[in-house]
């Protein structure tokens, strides 16, 4: 594992941190290499956030203000129509100099996406 790879997953749980006291996330997906253990100094944070109840683009907004982030961008998800389905939304924001990737799912979303899948809790 890297250094970079270390700094990349610190960072991953001081977004989570800020996302946890409001949006109540239910699980979190670090992918990208970050996650693989291969990050660089070049390398971006991925991750994906799932919910039983997506919150609002404000609660989100209420996280990058705690964060400080800059370059902040929310994009609603969109349905096969290309409506907004407000059923996820996707951020990009600079943390730190890292750009930030960040995909807000509800588990509903997902399991029927890929397949019903159930969640396994501890």
Known sequence: MTEATDYLRGLAH????V????????AALLVGS???GDADHY???????????VPTVETLQKAQGE???EGYRCTVFSD??????????????FLNGIECQVAHESSARSSER?????????
């Open 80 to 93: 096969a129509s290309g409506a907004p389905d407000e059923q996820g939304y996707s951020e990009r924001y």
């Open 19 to 26: 996302y946890a006291i409001d949006a109540q996330p239910r």
């Open 67 to 69: 964060l400080a982030s």
């Open 14 to 17: 001081e977004l989570l941190t």
């Open 34 to 36: 970050a996650a693989t």
């Open 114 to 122: 890929y397949g019903g899948w159930s969640w396994i809790s501890r």
């Open 43 to 53: 390398s971006d944070l991925d991750m994906l956030v799932y919910y039983d109840q």
